[in-house]
């Protein structure tokens, strides 16, 4: 109901205006009252605490960094298409694969660090974007460059770092999650029951 209380406001605001200026024709009481209505109807309909409406946004901002990094991981994978190197190719769609992954699991075992995170994967995503796209303009043009098989050598080694620091990043994530499933093993057997004999 929540989202719904601004534009009901509104049109509560509208309608006292409306009907007070018609009944009364005074433009000073009229607004007054409409400004009192929606207020009144905004903090019946959304009853958060100020704690509350600071988490909704940093919640609604971690989500937003969330979705430009996979919108740049969903870049480099169509790119990705145009290399012709079967193991850069490969790294790269690969990356672009755990970085949702990434981010959900992120979301799932620390939401609070949710928006740090997906600021510095994002941005770490645009230098990978950049070295993709300026890959695949050495590949094109070779003879535009000076020695263009060490450019993609390097450019290689930039896209397995990358994909070594997300999956380690995973892996890192997980740590947690190990501990509770290996809890949960204990937990989920039975102790051996007696011989009966």
Avoid: C
């Avoid at 290689?156 to 499933?181: C, H, K, M, P, W």
């Amino acid at each position: 109901m929540r989202k719904l209380a601004t534009p009901l406001a509104l049109v509560a605001a509208i309608a006292v205006f409306g009907g007070l200026y018609a009944a009364t024709g005074s433009l000073l009481w009229s607004p007054l009252l409409a400004a009192a209505a929606a207020v009144g109807l905004y903090l019946m309909l959304d009853g958060r605490t100020s704690a509350q409406i600071r988490d909704d946004e940093y919640a609604d901002d971690a989500d937003a960094k969330v979705e430009q990094a996979v919108e740049t991981a969903r870049k480099i994978r169509k790119l990705s298409k145009d290399v012709h190197s079967p193991t850069v190719r490969h790294l790269l769609q690969q990356s672009a694969d755990y970085v949702p992954e990434l981010l959900t699991r992120v979301k799932a075992t620390a939401p609070n660090t949710l928006y740090s995170s997906a600021s510095a994967l994002g941005a770490h995503l645009q230098s990978l974007l950049g070295v993709v796209t300026q890959y695949l303009d050495i590949q094109r043009n070779p003879t535009f460059y000076h020695d263009p098989a060490a450019l993609l050598t390097g450019g290689e080694g930039a896209v397995q770092r990358f994909t070594d620091f997300t999956i380690d990043s995973l892996r890192l994530v997980n740590q947690g999650d190990l501990a509770q499933y290996q809890a949960n093993l204990e937990t989920v057997a039975p102790p051996k029951l007696p011989q009966l004999g």
